[in-house]
């Protein structure tokens, strides 16, 4: 039988949700669609839990949906000598793109064309907002930045531009071939992370053709700005309220 309600129920499958008697009870419980995180797992993780997925739908008569979720551009800093640092308010900062582990000085930031949207005033939010850098000098290869809030910051932690659109294909090297592991699966919705302009939907669009429905996450103030064009190439969208709400203002 099938579930009639509008609202439906999204279950993320990980290590502790794999096995054919949890989903089971996952499914029995409301959800109506199964996640795969594909920033999380291997192939064979994922082709495990689909299977199981298409046995339960086989065995209750119910149509269950697979949502395959799209790692997307990660942009993170390099990692330090010691493992961590503490940045301190008022402090200097140099991000570049040297390879050699950072100190209490400067870190790599291994992304050059992060270096050429960038201009003094811009404000940079690493691990997720918890340390806040600010913009004074920069140069093709290089980030002068002075601390604005401070905190303790570790190897590979995420970086983000606010209020950029940032030079970056929305499908990485490694999203592309999840993106065709994905489809040859047999995923009945794709989610595309960090959109920022109609052209992101139209560059997936062209490689999903009609074989799944696309859903777009937004997670960048830019997103917002032409929404109404990104919901027209959109079979779905999701609010990602952690990572937009980290640039957006209050």
Not at 20 to 31: D, K
Not at 58 to 84: C, M, N, Y
């Amino acid at each position: 039988m099938r579930r009639h309600r509008k609202a439906k129920i999204v279950a993320t499958l990980g290590p502790a949700s794999s096995n054919p008697e949890r989903i089971r009870a996952l499914f029995e419980a409301g959800a109506d669609v199964f996640r795969f995180n594909f920033s999380h797992g291997t192939r064979e993780d994922h082709q495990a839990r689909y299977d199981i997925v298409r046995k339960l739908e086989r065995e209750t008569g119910r149509p269950i949906a697979v949502l395959a979720d799209l790692q997307g551009p990660k942009l993170r800093v390099g990692a330090f000598t010691e493992g961590s640092i503490t940045l301190t308010a008022g402090a200097l900062f140099r991000l570049d793109l040297d390879e050699r582990p950072g100190d209490q000085r400067r870190v790599g930031m291994p992304h050059p064309e992060i270096f050429q949207a960038l201009k003094p005033g811009v404000e940079l939010l690493l691990d997720d907002g918890k340390v806040r850098l600010g913009v004074e000098s920069c140069g093709p290869d290089h980030a002068e930045t002075r601390v604005a809030v401070a905190g303790a910051l570790s190897n590979r932690k995420g970086v983000s531009v606010v209020g950029a659109v940032l030079p970056l294909s929305v499908l990485t090297d490694k999203d592309r071939r999840d993106l065709d592991f994905a489809l040859g699966m047999g995923a009945d919705w794709i989610a595309l992370s960090f959109v920022q302009r109609p052209a992101d939907m139209e560059q997936i669009r062209a490689v999903v053709s009609k074989r799944a429905n696309v859903m777009a996450k937004l997670e960048k103030p830019s997103a917002i700005d032409c929404l109404d064009e990104i919901v027209a190439l959109s079979e779905g969208i999701m609010v990602a309220r952690g990572d937009l709400g980290v640039e957006m203002p209050p």
